[in-house]
């Protein structure tokens, strides 16, 4: 089929091929050259990428993190010296020997859990031989030397 008298060709007809020309070169550049950077400062920044979301495949570890130290573990056991006997007697204090890793905190809510009393303050040290030991003092309305009968310690 031939083409129509008002179709023109791009190898057929070169002055329109050329003034298209004129007007791609007026029209400026399709691809613009990007310009240059000027660097002000004489040190060199690494440019910010784009950090993305970690999104594993599967898990990297297989079990969720056993709590180690649990009520139990913290709360070794009640000294039964003279001068935690005195403690009991005189301060409403009680005294233990508590894990080495259990803060103050933590020394407070196992004494809650385990004999359902409520401390007001907790004193820790660590001895010499390096075993902690915290002093829990009581609140007014429970009385040391009853809990130190029912845990067994007098």
Not at 54 to 67: D, E, F, G, H, M
Not at 95 to 124: C, E, H, L, S
Not at 142 to 148: F, K, M, Q, S, T
Request: aromatic share 6%.
């Amino acid at each position: 089929m031939a083409p129509a008298k008002g179709d023109v060709t791009k190898k057929g007809d070169p002055k329109a091929q050329a003034l298209k020309a004129a007007k791609a070169v007026k029209s400026g550049p399709v691809f613009k050259k990007k310009a240059k950077k000027i660097r002000t400062s004489v040190t060199f920044h690494r440019p910010k990428t784009l950090k993305k979301e970690r999104n594993p495949k599967y898990p990297r570890i297989s079990a969720p993190p056993r709590n180690k130290l649990d009520h139990y573990q913290i709360l070794k056991y009640p000294l039964t010296t003279e001068s935690a006997m005195k403690k009991i007697e005189d301060n409403n204090t009680l005294v233990f020997i508590v894990d080495i890793r259990a803060d103050k905190k933590k020394i407070k809510a196992a004494v809650k859990k385990m004999y359902d009393i409520q401390a007001k303050k907790v004193n820790t040290l660590i001895r010499p031989d390096g075993t902690k030991k915290a002093y829990v003092r009581l609140t007014p309305d429970y009385d040391a030397l009853d809990v130190a009968n029912k845990i067994g310690i007098i």
